[in-house]
Protein backbone atom coordinates (compact mmCIF):
# COMPACT_ATOMS: atom_id res chain seq x y z
CA UNK A 1 0.00 0.00 0.00
CA UNK A 2 1.44 3.58 -0.78
CA UNK A 3 2.17 5.53 2.11
CA UNK A 4 0.62 8.57 2.47
CA UNK A 5 2.41 11.88 2.36
CA UNK A 6 2.51 14.01 5.25
CA UNK A 7 -0.18 16.50 3.97
CA UNK A 8 -2.40 13.64 3.15
CA UNK A 9 -2.03 12.05 6.00
CA UNK A 10 -2.78 15.54 8.13
CA UNK A 11 -5.94 15.70 5.33
CA UNK A 12 -7.48 12.63 6.57
CA UNK A 13 -7.14 12.89 10.37
CA UNK A 14 -8.75 16.33 9.94
CA UNK A 15 -11.46 15.31 7.96
CA UNK A 16 -11.71 12.10 10.01
CA UNK A 17 -12.02 14.63 13.27
CA UNK A 18 -14.92 16.99 11.13
CA UNK A 19 -16.58 13.70 10.35
CA UNK A 20 -16.85 12.66 14.24
CA UNK A 21 -17.35 15.88 15.56
CA UNK A 22 -20.77 16.07 12.86
CA UNK A 23 -21.94 12.48 14.63
CA UNK A 24 -21.27 13.74 18.28
CA UNK A 25 -23.15 17.02 16.78
CA UNK A 26 -25.87 15.02 15.63
CA UNK A 27 -26.75 12.86 19.16
CA UNK A 28 -29.77 13.13 20.26
CA UNK A 29 -30.71 15.82 23.14
CA UNK A 30 -29.20 18.54 20.54
CA UNK A 31 -31.93 18.82 17.75
CA UNK A 32 -34.21 16.19 17.55
CA UNK A 33 -35.77 14.35 20.74
CA UNK A 34 -37.37 14.98 23.54
CA UNK A 35 -35.14 12.92 25.37
CA UNK A 36 -33.18 15.72 28.11
CA UNK A 37 -34.95 18.11 26.01
CA UNK A 38 -37.34 20.60 27.91
CA UNK A 39 -39.88 18.00 27.88
CA UNK A 40 -38.46 15.87 29.34
CA UNK A 41 -39.75 16.17 32.97
CA UNK A 42 -37.18 13.60 34.47
CA UNK A 43 -33.89 15.41 33.41
CA UNK A 44 -34.96 18.91 34.09
CA UNK A 45 -32.58 18.63 37.04
CA UNK A 46 -29.69 17.61 35.65
CA UNK A 47 -29.90 20.50 32.46
CA UNK A 48 -30.24 22.78 35.96
CA UNK A 49 -27.14 21.22 37.15
CA UNK A 50 -24.99 21.43 34.24
CA UNK A 51 -25.55 25.24 33.68
CA UNK A 52 -24.52 25.73 37.57
CA UNK A 53 -27.92 25.88 38.74
CA UNK A 54 -29.83 23.85 41.61
CA UNK A 55 -32.23 20.71 40.35
CA UNK A 56 -35.38 21.90 41.98
CA UNK A 57 -37.73 20.63 39.60
CA UNK A 58 -38.34 16.44 39.47
CA UNK A 59 -39.26 15.22 43.00
CA UNK A 60 -39.17 17.84 44.92
CA UNK A 61 -41.44 20.33 42.81
CA UNK A 62 -43.48 16.98 41.08
CA UNK A 63 -43.37 13.69 41.07
CA UNK A 64 -40.23 11.86 39.34
CA UNK A 65 -41.92 9.25 37.70
CA UNK A 66 -39.08 8.48 36.53
CA UNK A 67 -40.37 7.66 32.77
CA UNK A 68 -40.05 10.17 30.25
CA UNK A 69 -43.48 9.85 27.92
CA UNK A 70 -46.10 9.28 30.81
CA UNK A 71 -46.28 12.62 31.80
CA UNK A 72 -48.31 13.20 28.83
CA UNK A 73 -49.11 9.59 27.34
CA UNK A 74 -50.28 6.38 28.33
CA UNK A 75 -51.06 2.71 26.41
CA UNK A 76 -53.55 2.15 28.61
CA UNK A 77 -56.70 4.11 29.67
CA UNK A 78 -55.95 7.06 27.58
CA UNK A 79 -58.14 9.94 26.52
CA UNK A 80 -58.31 11.04 22.53
CA UNK A 81 -57.90 14.71 22.20
CA UNK A 82 -54.33 13.89 21.62
CA UNK A 83 -52.26 10.58 20.66
CA UNK A 84 -53.27 8.15 24.20
CA UNK A 85 -53.72 11.11 25.65
CA UNK A 86 -52.60 11.28 29.71
CA UNK A 87 -52.56 14.48 31.69
CA UNK A 88 -56.09 15.89 33.27
CA UNK A 89 -57.36 18.18 31.11
CA UNK A 90 -57.87 22.36 32.09
CA UNK A 91 -61.86 23.03 32.01
CA UNK A 92 -62.73 24.75 28.98
CA UNK A 93 -64.44 27.53 30.90
CA UNK A 94 -62.53 30.73 31.70
CA UNK A 95 -60.49 31.13 28.48
CA UNK A 96 -60.31 34.54 26.89
CA UNK A 97 -59.62 34.05 23.41
CA UNK A 98 -58.17 36.36 20.55
CA UNK A 99 -60.27 39.02 18.75
CA UNK A 100 -59.35 40.91 15.84
CA UNK A 101 -61.11 43.24 14.10
CA UNK A 102 -59.72 41.92 11.08
CA UNK A 103 -59.45 37.55 11.77
CA UNK A 104 -61.85 35.62 8.83
CA UNK A 105 -63.24 32.56 10.47
CA UNK A 106 -64.64 32.08 14.01
CA UNK A 107 -62.98 31.60 17.33
CA UNK A 108 -64.13 29.72 19.38
CA UNK A 109 -65.59 30.59 23.37
CA UNK A 110 -62.86 27.68 24.54
CA UNK A 111 -59.34 25.88 22.81
CA UNK A 112 -60.29 22.19 21.55
CA UNK A 113 -58.22 19.19 20.43
CA UNK A 114 -54.69 19.51 20.69
CA UNK A 115 -54.78 22.56 21.84
CA UNK A 116 -56.60 21.64 25.28
CA UNK A 117 -53.42 19.23 25.39
CA UNK A 118 -50.76 21.59 25.15
CA UNK A 119 -52.56 23.77 27.57
CA UNK A 120 -53.34 21.11 30.05
CA UNK A 121 -49.47 22.10 31.35
CA UNK A 122 -49.13 25.60 29.35
CA UNK A 123 -51.96 27.34 30.77
CA UNK A 124 -50.87 27.02 34.56
CA UNK A 125 -54.50 25.52 35.85
CA UNK A 126 -53.17 21.72 36.25
CA UNK A 127 -49.83 20.12 37.81
CA UNK A 128 -47.62 19.00 35.55
CA UNK A 129 -47.47 16.11 37.26
CA UNK A 130 -51.62 15.59 37.15
CA UNK A 131 -51.94 12.18 34.85
CA UNK A 132 -55.08 9.91 34.50
CA UNK A 133 -52.91 6.44 34.72
CA UNK A 134 -49.19 6.54 36.22
CA UNK A 135 -46.81 3.93 36.22
CA UNK A 136 -47.53 1.27 38.53
CA UNK A 137 -44.17 1.24 40.59
CA UNK A 138 -40.81 3.12 41.09
CA UNK A 139 -42.10 6.29 42.00
CA UNK A 140 -43.32 8.00 45.47
CA UNK A 141 -45.96 10.97 46.04
CA UNK A 142 -44.32 13.89 47.68
CA UNK A 143 -47.30 15.74 47.93
CA UNK A 144 -46.23 18.39 46.10
CA UNK A 145 -47.67 19.60 42.50
CA UNK A 146 -46.37 22.60 40.80
CA UNK A 147 -48.22 24.26 38.00
CA UNK A 148 -46.64 26.32 34.72
CA UNK A 149 -48.53 29.60 36.39
CA UNK A 150 -46.95 32.81 36.59
CA UNK A 151 -47.74 33.17 39.90
CA UNK A 152 -45.62 34.48 42.11
CA UNK A 153 -46.23 31.78 45.32
CA UNK A 154 -47.50 28.58 46.10
CA UNK A 155 -46.76 25.46 43.84
CA UNK A 156 -46.34 27.50 40.97
CA UNK A 157 -42.95 27.05 38.72
CA UNK A 158 -43.81 31.18 38.19
CA UNK A 159 -42.24 31.78 41.97
CA UNK A 160 -38.48 30.94 40.58
CA UNK A 161 -39.25 31.28 36.91
CA UNK A 162 -40.61 34.65 36.67
CA UNK A 163 -38.96 38.72 38.10
CA UNK A 164 -42.20 39.05 40.12
CA UNK A 165 -41.65 35.57 42.05
CA UNK A 166 -41.25 34.96 45.77
CA UNK A 167 -38.08 33.24 45.02
CA UNK A 168 -37.13 35.04 41.12
CA UNK A 169 -33.93 33.77 39.72
CA UNK A 170 -33.39 31.05 42.51
CA UNK A 171 -29.83 29.70 41.89
CA UNK A 172 -30.41 31.31 37.99
CA UNK A 173 -33.65 30.10 37.11
CA UNK A 174 -34.67 31.55 34.01
CA UNK A 175 -37.46 33.23 33.09
CA UNK A 176 -40.07 31.50 31.63
CA UNK A 177 -43.12 34.09 32.22
CA UNK A 178 -43.74 33.56 28.04
CA UNK A 179 -44.40 29.87 28.15
CA UNK A 180 -47.00 30.40 30.92
CA UNK A 181 -49.57 31.24 28.53
CA UNK A 182 -52.56 31.47 31.42
CA UNK A 183 -56.06 31.16 30.45
CA UNK A 184 -55.76 34.68 28.62
CA UNK A 185 -55.06 33.74 24.93
CA UNK A 186 -56.02 37.16 23.67
CA UNK A 187 -52.51 37.84 23.50
CA UNK A 188 -51.27 34.70 21.63
CA UNK A 189 -51.81 33.53 18.00
CA UNK A 190 -55.91 32.33 17.80
CA UNK A 191 -56.18 28.16 18.14
CA UNK A 192 -59.04 25.89 17.31
CA UNK A 193 -60.63 28.05 14.34
CA UNK A 194 -61.20 26.79 11.02
CA UNK A 195 -58.45 27.82 8.26
CA UNK A 196 -60.16 29.85 6.42
CA UNK A 197 -61.10 29.01 3.21
CA UNK A 198 -60.13 31.04 0.02
CA UNK A 199 -63.86 32.50 -0.24
CA UNK A 200 -63.17 33.42 3.67
CA UNK A 201 -60.07 35.36 2.85
CA UNK A 202 -57.57 35.09 -0.36
CA UNK A 203 -54.57 35.98 1.74
CA UNK A 204 -53.76 32.32 3.29
CA UNK A 205 -52.03 30.14 1.51
CA UNK A 206 -54.21 26.92 0.53
CA UNK A 207 -53.21 23.51 2.25
CA UNK A 208 -52.67 20.57 0.68
CA UNK A 209 -55.66 18.08 1.06
CA UNK A 210 -53.51 16.61 3.84
CA UNK A 211 -53.73 19.40 5.63
CA UNK A 212 -49.90 18.96 6.39
CA UNK A 213 -47.96 21.55 4.12
CA UNK A 214 -44.82 20.53 2.96
CA UNK A 215 -42.26 21.87 5.93
CA UNK A 216 -44.59 20.02 8.35
CA UNK A 217 -47.31 22.72 9.44
CA UNK A 218 -50.01 21.14 9.55
CA UNK A 219 -53.60 21.30 10.63
CA UNK A 220 -55.80 19.35 12.61
CA UNK A 221 -59.33 18.48 10.98
CA UNK A 222 -59.17 21.41 8.92
CA UNK A 223 -58.73 23.51 12.41
CA UNK A 224 -55.45 25.80 13.60
CA UNK A 225 -54.43 24.10 16.29
CA UNK A 226 -50.90 24.83 18.80
CA UNK A 227 -49.22 21.72 17.35
CA UNK A 228 -49.71 23.59 13.62
CA UNK A 229 -46.81 24.95 14.52
CA UNK A 230 -44.77 23.21 17.55
CA UNK A 231 -43.99 19.59 17.49
CA UNK A 232 -43.72 18.98 21.34
CA UNK A 233 -41.09 15.95 20.69
CA UNK A 234 -38.65 17.67 18.28
CA UNK A 235 -36.69 20.90 19.89
CA UNK A 236 -33.81 22.44 18.23
CA UNK A 237 -32.59 23.52 21.74
CA UNK A 238 -29.07 25.01 20.08
CA UNK A 239 -31.59 27.04 17.68
CA UNK A 240 -29.10 25.07 15.01
CA UNK A 241 -32.31 24.71 12.33
CA UNK A 242 -33.76 28.12 13.32
CA UNK A 243 -36.65 25.77 14.97
CA UNK A 244 -36.45 26.86 18.65
CA UNK A 245 -38.80 26.81 20.51
CA UNK A 246 -40.30 23.40 19.39
CA UNK A 247 -41.17 24.68 16.25
CA UNK A 248 -42.30 22.25 13.36
CA UNK A 249 -40.21 24.01 10.93
CA UNK A 250 -37.66 27.11 10.35
CA UNK A 251 -38.49 30.77 11.54
CA UNK A 252 -36.08 32.32 9.67
CA UNK A 253 -37.03 35.30 8.06
CA UNK A 254 -40.34 34.14 9.25
CA UNK A 255 -40.67 31.86 6.71
CA UNK A 256 -42.97 29.68 9.16
CA UNK A 257 -45.18 32.95 9.55
CA UNK A 258 -45.35 32.66 5.83
CA UNK A 259 -46.86 28.99 5.11
CA UNK A 260 -49.71 30.20 5.95
CA UNK A 261 -49.95 34.03 5.79
CA UNK A 262 -49.71 35.49 2.43
CA UNK A 263 -48.03 39.21 3.11
CA UNK B 1 -2.86 60.38 -15.24
CA UNK B 2 -5.90 61.01 -16.83
CA UNK B 3 -6.26 57.51 -17.72
CA UNK B 4 -6.34 56.61 -14.14
CA UNK B 5 -8.12 59.47 -12.74
CA UNK B 6 -11.06 58.18 -15.60
CA UNK B 7 -11.09 54.69 -14.64
CA UNK B 8 -11.35 56.10 -10.76
CA UNK B 9 -14.60 58.08 -12.02
CA UNK B 10 -16.04 54.83 -13.75
CA UNK B 11 -15.74 52.63 -11.13
CA UNK B 12 -17.19 55.39 -8.50
CA UNK B 13 -19.51 56.01 -10.23
CA UNK B 14 -20.39 52.22 -11.36
CA UNK B 15 -20.24 51.42 -7.44
CA UNK B 16 -22.77 54.54 -6.44
CA UNK B 17 -25.19 53.37 -9.29
CA UNK B 18 -24.59 49.34 -8.03
CA UNK B 19 -25.13 50.60 -4.32
CA UNK B 20 -27.81 53.32 -5.36
CA UNK B 21 -29.70 50.37 -6.52
CA UNK B 22 -29.05 47.37 -4.43
CA UNK B 23 -30.16 50.65 -1.69
CA UNK B 24 -33.96 50.88 -2.29
CA UNK B 25 -36.63 48.41 -1.89
CA UNK B 26 -38.54 47.01 -5.15
CA UNK B 27 -42.01 47.26 -3.65
CA UNK B 28 -43.04 43.92 -5.26
CA UNK B 29 -45.20 41.29 -4.59
CA UNK B 30 -45.29 41.66 -0.70
CA UNK B 31 -43.95 43.49 2.91
CA UNK B 32 -40.82 41.42 1.98
CA UNK B 33 -39.83 43.56 -0.70
CA UNK B 34 -40.97 47.21 1.34
CA UNK B 35 -39.08 49.18 3.01
CA UNK B 36 -41.53 47.68 6.17
CA UNK B 37 -38.87 44.90 5.81
CA UNK B 38 -36.46 45.86 8.47
CA UNK B 39 -34.23 42.86 7.70
CA UNK B 40 -33.95 44.55 4.46
CA UNK B 41 -33.13 41.29 2.75
CA UNK B 42 -33.79 42.80 -0.55
CA UNK B 43 -30.49 44.96 -0.23
CA UNK B 44 -27.36 43.91 0.40
CA UNK B 45 -26.09 47.42 1.07
CA UNK B 46 -28.85 47.90 3.95
CA UNK B 47 -28.62 44.08 5.26
CA UNK B 48 -25.27 44.99 6.02
CA UNK B 49 -25.89 47.69 8.46
CA UNK B 50 -28.76 46.15 10.30
CA UNK B 51 -27.07 44.45 13.88
CA UNK B 52 -24.21 45.97 13.02
CA UNK B 53 -25.16 49.52 13.26
CA UNK B 54 -28.83 50.41 12.82
CA UNK B 55 -30.58 48.46 14.71
CA UNK B 56 -31.25 44.79 16.03
CA UNK B 57 -30.90 42.25 13.86
CA UNK B 58 -34.05 39.55 15.11
CA UNK B 59 -33.42 37.25 11.46
CA UNK B 60 -37.10 37.59 10.68
CA UNK B 61 -39.48 39.81 8.92
CA UNK B 62 -42.79 39.65 10.78
CA UNK B 63 -41.07 39.51 14.68
CA UNK B 64 -40.53 43.69 14.61
CA UNK B 65 -44.22 43.99 14.46
CA UNK B 66 -45.83 40.71 15.46
CA UNK B 67 -45.27 37.73 18.02
CA UNK B 68 -47.00 34.70 18.18
CA UNK B 69 -46.76 34.73 21.85
CA UNK B 70 -47.18 37.01 24.74
CA UNK B 71 -48.29 40.14 22.43
CA UNK B 72 -50.09 43.35 23.48
CA UNK B 73 -53.50 43.85 23.01
CA UNK B 74 -55.49 46.27 22.15
CA UNK B 75 -54.20 48.21 18.91
CA UNK B 76 -52.58 46.00 16.15
CA UNK B 77 -52.84 42.03 15.74
CA UNK B 78 -50.11 40.24 18.02
CA UNK B 79 -48.71 43.19 18.32
CA UNK B 80 -45.03 43.12 19.06
CA UNK B 81 -43.71 46.51 19.54
CA UNK B 82 -43.49 49.14 22.45
CA UNK B 83 -46.56 51.18 22.28
CA UNK B 84 -46.38 55.00 23.10
CA UNK B 85 -48.13 56.70 25.91
CA UNK B 86 -51.05 58.19 24.61
CA UNK B 87 -51.74 61.90 25.71
CA UNK B 88 -48.83 63.64 24.72
CA UNK B 89 -49.32 64.28 20.99
CA UNK B 90 -50.86 67.37 19.17
CA UNK B 91 -54.00 66.28 17.01
CA UNK B 92 -55.04 67.85 14.04
CA UNK B 93 -57.31 70.70 14.02
CA UNK B 94 -59.33 73.02 11.60
CA UNK B 95 -61.80 75.36 11.35
CA UNK B 96 -64.40 73.02 9.40
CA UNK B 97 -63.71 69.87 10.69
CA UNK B 98 -66.93 67.83 11.95
CA UNK B 99 -66.01 65.27 14.14
CA UNK B 100 -63.80 65.47 17.28
CA UNK B 101 -60.13 64.60 16.61
CA UNK B 102 -58.31 63.45 19.86
CA UNK B 103 -55.72 61.42 20.83
CA UNK B 104 -54.48 58.44 18.96
CA UNK B 105 -55.78 55.24 19.55
CA UNK B 106 -56.59 51.57 18.59
CA UNK B 107 -54.19 50.52 15.21
CA UNK B 108 -53.21 54.38 14.91
CA UNK B 109 -50.84 53.52 17.93
CA UNK B 110 -49.28 50.79 16.69
CA UNK B 111 -48.04 52.76 13.17
CA UNK B 112 -47.62 55.48 15.69
CA UNK B 113 -44.82 53.13 17.82
CA UNK B 114 -42.32 53.93 14.70
CA UNK B 115 -43.66 56.83 12.81
CA UNK B 116 -43.97 59.27 15.60
CA UNK B 117 -40.47 58.48 16.49
CA UNK B 118 -39.99 58.31 20.17
CA UNK B 119 -39.21 54.62 20.16
CA UNK B 120 -36.80 52.46 18.67
CA UNK B 121 -37.59 50.53 15.91
CA UNK B 122 -35.83 47.45 17.43
CA UNK B 123 -38.00 47.50 20.55
CA UNK B 124 -40.15 44.72 20.94
CA UNK B 125 -41.71 42.52 23.35
CA UNK B 126 -40.71 38.63 22.57
CA UNK B 127 -37.36 38.07 20.31
CA UNK B 128 -37.08 35.00 18.45
CA UNK B 129 -35.83 32.32 20.58
CA UNK B 130 -36.21 30.97 23.99
CA UNK B 131 -36.91 34.02 26.65
CA UNK B 132 -35.86 36.51 25.16
CA UNK B 133 -38.94 38.71 26.66
CA UNK B 134 -39.57 42.41 28.09
CA UNK B 135 -43.36 42.92 28.58
CA UNK B 136 -43.87 46.19 27.31
CA UNK B 137 -40.77 45.83 25.11
CA UNK B 138 -37.19 46.91 24.74
CA UNK B 139 -34.08 47.07 22.58
CA UNK B 140 -32.79 43.78 24.28
CA UNK B 141 -35.58 41.84 25.66
CA UNK B 142 -35.00 39.16 28.18
CA UNK B 143 -31.90 41.72 28.59
CA UNK B 144 -29.88 38.81 27.13
CA UNK B 145 -28.85 39.40 23.53
CA UNK B 146 -25.58 40.03 21.60
CA UNK B 147 -24.22 40.27 18.63
CA UNK B 148 -24.72 39.59 15.63
CA UNK B 149 -28.56 40.22 16.94
CA UNK B 150 -27.70 42.49 19.47
CA UNK B 151 -26.57 46.21 17.52
CA UNK B 152 -24.68 49.10 18.94
CA UNK B 153 -27.12 51.35 18.11
CA UNK B 154 -31.09 51.15 18.25
CA UNK B 155 -32.39 54.14 15.77
CA UNK B 156 -35.70 55.83 15.82
CA UNK B 157 -37.92 57.56 12.83
CA UNK B 158 -36.96 60.94 14.90
CA UNK B 159 -37.75 64.11 12.78
CA UNK B 160 -35.07 65.71 14.70
CA UNK B 161 -32.50 63.77 12.93
CA UNK B 162 -29.02 63.25 13.75
CA UNK B 163 -27.38 60.39 15.68
CA UNK B 164 -30.13 58.02 16.35
CA UNK B 165 -32.43 59.02 14.14
CA UNK B 166 -32.77 56.93 10.45
CA UNK B 167 -32.88 60.63 8.87
CA UNK B 168 -29.27 60.49 9.33
CA UNK B 169 -28.88 59.01 6.44
CA UNK B 170 -32.49 59.28 4.94
CA UNK B 171 -32.93 62.81 4.86
CA UNK B 172 -32.81 64.07 1.54
CA UNK B 173 -34.13 63.10 -2.04
CA UNK B 174 -31.19 62.66 -3.51
CA UNK B 175 -30.44 59.55 -1.23
CA UNK B 176 -30.10 56.03 -2.81
CA UNK B 177 -31.70 54.29 0.32
CA UNK B 178 -35.55 56.79 -0.01
CA UNK B 179 -36.18 60.39 2.01
CA UNK B 180 -37.41 59.04 5.43
CA UNK B 181 -38.49 62.70 6.15
CA UNK B 182 -42.16 63.09 5.32
CA UNK B 183 -42.77 59.48 7.38
CA UNK B 184 -41.32 60.73 10.25
CA UNK B 185 -43.70 62.71 12.36
CA UNK B 186 -42.71 63.43 15.62
CA UNK B 187 -45.94 63.76 18.14
CA UNK B 188 -47.06 66.72 16.22
CA UNK B 189 -50.02 65.82 14.39
CA UNK B 190 -51.16 68.58 13.25
CA UNK B 191 -49.73 68.55 9.90
CA UNK B 192 -51.15 65.32 9.32
CA UNK B 193 -54.25 63.90 8.03
CA UNK B 194 -56.60 63.50 10.95
CA UNK B 195 -56.68 60.01 12.62
CA UNK B 196 -58.76 58.16 15.44
CA UNK B 197 -61.71 60.39 15.15
CA UNK B 198 -65.08 58.99 14.23
CA UNK B 199 -66.30 58.87 10.74
CA UNK B 200 -68.80 61.74 10.18
CA UNK B 201 -72.25 60.74 9.67
CA UNK B 202 -74.21 62.28 7.07
CA UNK B 203 -75.89 64.23 9.36
CA UNK B 204 -72.72 65.63 10.60
CA UNK B 205 -71.27 66.22 6.95
CA UNK B 206 -73.36 65.40 3.70
CA UNK B 207 -69.88 65.69 2.01
CA UNK B 208 -68.33 62.67 2.80
CA UNK B 209 -69.42 59.15 1.26
CA UNK B 210 -71.17 56.45 3.82
CA UNK B 211 -68.87 53.12 4.04
CA UNK B 212 -71.37 50.63 2.13
CA UNK B 213 -70.89 47.49 3.95
CA UNK B 214 -70.05 46.51 8.11
CA UNK B 215 -70.25 43.98 10.31
CA UNK B 216 -69.35 45.39 13.89
CA UNK B 217 -65.84 45.53 14.01
CA UNK B 218 -64.84 47.35 10.86
CA UNK B 219 -67.08 49.64 8.03
CA UNK B 220 -65.40 49.51 4.49
CA UNK B 221 -66.06 50.78 1.22
CA UNK B 222 -66.74 47.78 -0.91
CA UNK B 223 -65.39 47.89 -4.44
CA UNK B 224 -65.34 44.12 -5.54
CA UNK B 225 -63.32 41.20 -3.84
CA UNK B 226 -64.94 39.27 -1.19
CA UNK B 227 -68.63 41.49 -0.75
CA UNK B 228 -68.20 40.25 3.28
CA UNK B 229 -64.69 41.33 4.55
CA UNK B 230 -62.75 44.33 3.78
CA UNK B 231 -60.40 43.47 1.40
CA UNK B 232 -56.43 45.04 1.36
CA UNK B 233 -57.49 47.26 -1.17
CA UNK B 234 -60.74 49.05 0.39
CA UNK B 235 -60.61 52.06 2.47
CA UNK B 236 -61.75 50.85 6.23
CA UNK B 237 -62.65 52.35 9.36
CA UNK B 238 -62.75 50.64 12.61
CA UNK B 239 -65.18 50.00 15.72
CA UNK B 240 -64.65 52.80 17.98
CA UNK B 241 -66.73 50.19 20.52
CA UNK B 242 -69.64 51.77 20.99
CA UNK B 243 -71.39 51.73 17.57
CA UNK B 244 -69.38 54.19 15.48
CA UNK B 245 -66.42 54.22 13.10
CA UNK B 246 -62.93 56.31 13.32
CA UNK B 247 -60.43 56.36 10.77
CA UNK B 248 -56.97 55.49 11.50
CA UNK B 249 -53.93 55.10 9.82
CA UNK B 250 -54.66 51.54 8.33
CA UNK B 251 -57.76 53.50 6.84
CA UNK B 252 -55.56 54.18 4.11
CA UNK B 253 -52.41 52.27 4.56
CA UNK B 254 -52.25 48.65 4.48
CA UNK B 255 -48.48 48.19 6.59
CA UNK B 256 -48.02 45.06 4.28
CA UNK B 257 -48.49 46.92 0.97
CA UNK B 258 -51.12 46.10 -1.44
CA UNK B 259 -51.08 44.58 -4.25
CA UNK B 260 -51.94 46.55 -7.40
CA UNK B 261 -53.93 45.17 -10.74
CA UNK B 262 -50.53 44.03 -12.10
CA UNK B 263 -49.77 41.38 -9.61
CA UNK B 264 -46.33 41.88 -8.93
CA UNK B 265 -46.13 45.69 -7.80
CA UNK B 266 -47.69 47.26 -4.62
CA UNK B 267 -49.14 50.44 -4.69
CA UNK B 268 -46.75 53.38 -3.36
CA UNK B 269 -46.44 54.09 0.02
CA UNK B 270 -48.17 51.08 1.15
CA UNK B 271 -51.61 52.64 0.19
CA UNK B 272 -54.64 50.26 -0.21
CA UNK B 273 -55.51 51.36 -3.23
CA UNK B 274 -54.12 54.11 -6.03
CA UNK B 275 -54.90 57.52 -5.80
CA UNK B 276 -53.89 58.59 -9.11
CA UNK B 277 -57.16 60.88 -10.04
CA UNK B 278 -57.20 61.46 -6.31
CA UNK B 279 -58.96 58.22 -6.42
CA UNK B 280 -58.21 57.41 -2.79
CA UNK B 281 -59.21 60.93 -1.02
CA UNK B 282 -62.33 60.86 -2.92
CA UNK B 283 -63.36 57.44 -1.69
CA UNK B 284 -64.35 59.55 1.38
CA UNK B 285 -64.47 63.32 0.28
CA UNK B 286 -67.25 64.02 -1.71
CA UNK B 287 -65.39 67.29 -3.16
Known amino acids: MKHLTFIENLIFYILLLLVLFLILRAIPGESGTIFRSKHDLT???????AKGGVGAMEGISYIDYGEVCVYCHTPHGAISVAPLWNRVLPSTSGYSMYKSSTVDTNIPSSPDGVSLACLSCHDGTVAVDSVLNPPNTGWIDTGVHYRMSPETSGQSCGKCHTPQGELAGLYGAHDATVKYITKN????????????TVLQDPKFNTPPGTGVFVNGIRLFDGKVQCASCHDPHNPDEQNLEGRAPFLRTSKNYSNLCMTCHIK | MKRLLLAILISTTAIFLFVSHALSAPNTNGITNTRHNLLASYSSGMAGLVGTFAYNNYGEVCVYCHTPHGAQTGSAPLW???????????PYSSSTIDTNVGQPDGISLACLSCHDGTIAVDSIVNAPGSGHYTPGGSTNPGGDLAPPVLAPNHYALNPAGGSGSCLLCHNSDTFSGGNFTVAAFGQDLSRQHPISMNYPTAAQDPKF?????????????ETGGIASRADDNEVKLYSDGAGGYKVQCASCHNPHGTLSSDGINLYPTFLRKSNSSSDLCTTCHIK
Request: zero cysteines; proline letters at 9%; charged letters at 15%.
Open chain 2, 80 to 90: NRTLPATGNYT
Open chain 2, 209 to 221: YQPTNSNGRLAWF
Open chain 1, 185 to 196: LADDHPVSMNYP
Open chain 1, 43 to 49: YLNERAI
